[in-house]
């Protein structure tokens, strides 16, 4: 018998969806001509040219990205291009032949029972992001099934994070659709954030 409580979600409403691509300007040029989303705030070198170590499946690994994120309402569009070779799920992902929607995002409130709940679902904690001065990793999960994607749960000490990209993208007055930052860190760090 199952322990999950079958009738709710296990960890609540999904608040991104996570996008693994080969080319991010083909990309976004679809998101916003075409789907008609703006702005995205546009990280053409991601977190940076020497990212903090991250653990793939116990190994150290640095991963390059470059990154994009919008917003459908309330729900965060992100877009990940690796540009390095690295082992990651982005990697994984990508060299399977798949492109698309590779993760879903949630910022919990509890992140210790969230992770409890994921793994009692039967999911593995795969990828751990840990940030300077941050007591929690963001954490990515593998399904168990070979239909779902991936869970990425953010601690709660990261919402800033996301609110900044919110205010951002609320605030924005028209114009180039495309908020550019070299980094994730230099945007966070000017919004006030990071």
């Known amino acids: ?15 991104q969806l996570g996008f693994v691509v080969r ?18 705030l546009f990280c053409t070198e991601g977190s940076g040219r020497d990212p903090l170590p991250t653990l793939y499946r116990g190994t150290e690994v640095k ?14 569009i992100e877009l990940i291009e690796q540009v390095n070779d690295a082992p990651s799920p982005y990697r994984t992902f990508i060299d399977a032949g798949h492109e698309g929607l590779q993760h879903l995002g949630y910022w919990v409130e509890d992140h210790e029972a969230s992770c409890r709940r994921v793994e009692a679902a039967g999911y593995v904690a795969e990828y751990l992001i840990q940030g300077p001065n941050r007591p929690r990793p963001v954490v990515y999960y593998r399904s168990p099934s070979l239909l779902g994607p991936m869970l990425e ?42």
Not at 165 to 179: F, H, Q
Request: hydrophobic share 40%; charged share 20%.
């Open 63 to 76: 991963v390059q990205t470059r990154l994009a994120f919008g917003f459908v309402g309330d729900v965060q």
């Open 153 to 194: 749960l953010v601690p709660p000490e990261l919402r800033r994070n996301r609110q900044a990209v919110l205010e951002m993208a609320r605030n924005w007055s028209g114009g180039d659709p495309l908020v550019r930052y070299a980094t994730y860190g230099e945007f966070l760090h000017e919004a006030g954030a990071g």
């Open 23 to 40: 080319d991010i300007e083909a990309t976004l040029d679809h998101w916003v001509q075409v789907m008609g989303v703006r702005p995205f």
């Open 1 to 15: 018998m199952n322990s999950i409580d079958d009738t709710k979600p296990i960890i609540g409403p999904v608040t």
